[in-house]
């Protein structure tokens, strides 16, 4: 049986601070992105999208005990490690079980 498990939406807050990093870049670091489409239309437009076609998505796919966080912003090492296991842990050993 799938662990029952579901996706917390984003706050309207987390969505602003998302659009500042992308404009404006890192607290501190003077500097934004590259990309000539990020302005804050643009931005909303695609987090409108992510909230709802990606996150539906997502949360099916987790239900169904197919999808696994992974925190890519932890150091390298770690997220290989990360993938590492749930490959060995939990896909192979479904096969295994099969």
Same mark, same amino acid.
């Given at each position: 049986?799938? #662990?029952?498990?579901?996706?917390?939406? #984003?706050?309207?807050?987390?969505?602003? =601070?998302? =659009? @500042?990093?992308?404009?404006?870049? #890192? #607290?501190?670091?003077?500097?934004? /992105?590259?990309?000539?489409?990020?302005?804050?239309? %643009?931005?909303?437009?695609?987090?409108? /999208?992510?909230?709802?076609? /990606? *996150?539906?998505? *997502?949360?099916?796919?987790?239900?169904?005990?197919?999808?696994?966080? *992974?925190?890519?912003?932890?150091? %390298?090492?770690? *997220?290989?490690?990360?993938?590492?296991? =749930?490959?060995?842990? @939990? =896909?192979?050993?479904?096969?295994?079980?099969?």
């Amino acid at each position: 049986m799938a #662990p029952a498990a579901t996706v917390a939406k #984003p706050s309207p807050a987390y969505d602003a =601070i998302g =659009i @500042r990093a992308v404009l404006l870049g #890192p #607290p501190g670091s003077g500097k934004g /992105t590259q990309r000539s489409d990020d302005n804050v239309d %643009a931005l909303k437009k695609r987090l409108a /999208t992510y909230h709802n076609q /990606t *996150v539906p998505l *997502v949360d099916y796919y987790m239900r169904k005990g197919l999808h696994y966080r *992974v925190d890519a912003a932890k150091k %390298a090492d770690d *997220v290989f490690s990360r993938i590492d296991n =749930i490959f060995k842990n @939990r =896909i192979f050993a479904r096969e295994r079980s099969a």
